[in-house]
Structure formats: C-alpha cells, structure tokens
C-alpha cells in the first residue's frame, strides 16, 4: 500500500476539502482514507498501487486549486506485523 500526501494551494474552507476529495475518488478509484485539509493545504490519501504523481497533479489543477508538490510512500499499518491484504 502506500500513503499519497499533496501540498494544495487555495482550499479556504471545508466545501473545498469536499471538493478534492470527491477529485482523488474520482481519480484514483480505489483511494482509501482520503483526507483534505484546508488549514494545513494538503491532502492525503492510501492506496494498493503506486500513485501516478502526474495524473493526481492533472486531476487538481482541473479543478482550479493548485498543486504545489506530492510524495508517494511505502504505507505500513503501524503495529501490525505481517499485514496481509
Ligand atoms: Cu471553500
């Protein structure tokens, strides 16, 4: 699995983080966990496959807000050894 966090710029309120939620849903359909943030800019989100980091930066910028940058990590359910699928 792995952790997707992206800096966006222009959310003011919680409609905004609405907003990119329903983007990342509709973009990566198999998004889980997702999560925006107006105060801190930036918007996470777990999935099973590597996050195309171009197609996720498309998919905000059509929206009006603007991507700053984004990581894509390794994610590990903290205290569970040998998590399986
Ligand atoms: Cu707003």
Redesign the pocket.
Known sequence: MYKTTAKIDG???????S?INETIRKAFPSAKSVKSS?VKGETSFVTDDEVNIDKLRKAIEQTGYQFLKADSTVYEKKGLFGFLK
Do not use: F, I, L
């Not at 959310?11 to 983080?17: D, F, I, T, V």
């Open positions: 959310m003011m309120c919680s409609m905004c983080e907003h107006h």
